[in-house]
């Protein structure tokens, strides 16, 4: 199913800020083939890459 609405996200170095906002995302009532997250990282410097690899690998409907 392809998806009807996409979320995109941009981001650098702000890491905790961006886990309050994927987890909000996830509790949203909505099927999850249904919408994307795209998460753009402009050079983050903190460990925005290590999260966005580990969470995009457990949520499929979340890339980066």
């Not at 979320?7 to 995302?25: A, G």
């Not at 753009?40 to 457990?58: K, R």
Request: glycine share 4%.
């Amino acid at each position: 199913m392809k998806p009807q609405l996409s979320v995109v996200i941009p981001t650098y170095n702000r890491v905790r800020l961006l886990k309050r906002l994927l987890n909000s995302l996830l509790d949203q009532d909505v099927e999850s083939g249904v919408f994307e997250v795209l998460v753009v990282s402009d050079g983050s410097t903190d460990n925005t890459h290590d999260y966005l690899t580990a969470f995009c690998h457990q949520h499929s409907s979340f890339k980066w």
